[in-house]
């Protein structure tokens, strides 16, 4: 049977790989929008070499703000003003190669425009050259420069590089191991407001073997990162009030953490959400809604999900029989196919995602960028 105490997210590689989705993509500027603006005074400006018009007009493409959304138009204006030496638009024409977005998806090219913000000033850019390193994306596997450039991007305040250090530290990949450096690292995320700082460090706290274990400022760190819309601290800090009820702010915080990290395709978020209806905890005793849960978990995770709930769907399709079994079946991939996006970033708090409040962050197919932005799905 499932068990509630099944409290580890994963690996601290998740971490690393989750410590992309904030490097390349917050350089979009809304401040003076094409909604707040004639759209044609920012073009002819565009075309006429004003740079920063250029950028407004890119953003705009992105986001869809005053005209259709294209990002093949983007990614054109960001690289005119990139090839103006703009460092923000050189590490965002550098994302959109890196992720195909607007563009033919070109590694090697990323890096080119990567190195080329670094050079110019882009603590961002620095960043994703570093992960391009860590990973040999686009260029030579080199976690060494990748650490080096971690490090001089942190001491000019860049939280995400603190959380890949964190990583390289926890697990020795890179540079020598040493995890009393690594929590340090993540402090440092910390104290600069990341959210995957926070999740790290929460998870630290509250579920690492051979670490003392603080919950009281495990689950202030990993509501802030879920605050921030991080989905993995959503169901994290979700299952950790389940077992920590004294520190929920309201009966209802805990379902809403697991509501919107499920929906956002977070597997173990269904899980727990069916050994909650099927134990009547939090919720009355439904077997119905239960067999729903595991089911949309087995869907969710694939071969892996499927194995851990593999024994609660079989013992609750008995007790339901086929047909009950078979309705919540078809009402299970309905729910999943109206879900299917498995998200990483949800944008909350407008003062801190402004420039990217309409968008999402899709979970990337391999580890090496921090997967596609896309229009935020209604929750």
């Known amino acids: 049977m499932t068990r509630i105490l099944h409290r580890r997210f994963g690996h601290m590689h998740t971490v690393?790989?989750?410590?992309?989705?904030?490097?390349?993509?917050?350089?979009?500027?809304?401040?003076?929008?094409?909604?707040?603006?004639?759209?044609?005074?920012?073009?002819?400006?565009?075309?006429?070499?004003?740079?920063?018009?250029?950028?407004?007009?890119?953003?705009?493409?992105?986001?869809?703000?005053?005209v259709a959304q294209d990002l093949r138009l983007a990614a054109y204006w960001f690289q005119k003003a990139a090839e103006k030496g703009d460092p923000a638009a050189q590490n965002m024409i550098g994302y959109f190669y890196q992720t195909g977005l607007g563009v033919t998806r070109d590694p090697k090219r990323a890096v080119h425009w990567y190195q080329l913000a670094s050079a110019n000033g882009s603590v961002i850019g620095k960043v994703?050259?570093?992960?391009?390193?860590?990973?040999?994306?686009?260029?030579?596997?080199?976690?060494?420069?990748?650490?080096?450039?971690?490090q001089e991007a942190a001491k000019k305040g860049s939280g995400s590089a603190a959380c890949y250090l964190g990583y390289m530290s926890y697990s020795g990949f890179g540079i020598k191991q040493d995890r009393a450096q690594a929590e340090?690292?993540?402090?440092?995320?910390?104290?600069?407001?990341?959210?995957?700082?926070?999740?790290?460090?929460?998870?630290?706290?509250?579920?690492?073997?051979?670490?003392?274990?603080?919950?009281?400022?495990?689950v202030d760190l990993l509501r802030k990162s879920a605050d921030a819309g991080f989905v993995p601290a959503m169901?994290?800090?979700?299952?950790?009030?389940?077992?920590?009820?004294?520190?929920?702010?309201?009966?209802?915080?805990?379902?809403?953490?697991?509501?919107?990290?499920?929906?956002?395709?977070?597997?173990?978020?269904?899980?727990?959400?069916?050994?909650?209806?099927?134990?009547?905890?939090?919720?009355?005793?439904?077997?119905?809604?239960?067999?729903?849960?595991f089911r949309i978990a087995a869907l969710q995770g694939g071969s892996v999900g499927e194995s851990v709930v593999h024994n609660d769907i079989m013992v609750l399709s008995a007790k339901l029989g086929p047909e009950e079994a078979a309705n919540l079946d078809s009402e299970a991939s309905a729910w999943v196919r109206e879900h299917h996006t498995v998200l990483e970033i949800i944008p909350k708090d407008s003062t801190k995602w402004d420039r990217l409040s309409g968008y999402a962050l899709s979970v990337p197919d391999d580890g090496d960028h921090a997967g596609a932005m896309i229009p935020m799905p209604q929750f």
Not at 42 to 60: N, P, R, T
Not at 129 to 150: Q, T
């Open 184 to 218: 340090r690292w993540y402090r440092i995320g910390v104290r600069l407001h990341d959210p995957l700082s926070e999740f790290a460090l929460g998870t630290l706290l509250s579920v690492n073997d051979g670490h003392p274990h603080d919950i009281p400022q495990a």
């Open 235 to 293: 169901y994290s800090l979700g299952l950790l009030l389940v077992n920590n009820p004294d520190r929920v702010r309201s009966p209802q915080e805990i379902l809403a953490l697991l509501d919107k990290a499920a929906e956002a395709g977070m597997w173990k978020s269904s899980v727990i959400q069916g050994v909650l209806a099927r134990d009547g905890k939090l919720v009355p005793f439904d077997s119905k809604s239960a067999y729903l849960h």
């Open 16 to 66: 690393l790989v989750q410590c992309a989705a904030l490097v390349g993509v917050l350089i979009v500027s809304s401040k003076a929008s094409a909604a707040n603006e004639d759209l044609l005074t920012i073009q002819a400006a565009a075309e006429s070499g004003v740079v920063h018009k250029q950028i407004e007009l890119g953003s705009a493409y992105v986001m869809g703000h005053g």
């Open 128 to 150: 994703n050259l570093g992960v391009a390193y860590l990973w040999g994306s686009g260029v030579s596997k080199n976690p060494e420069v990748a650490a080096l450039l971690l």
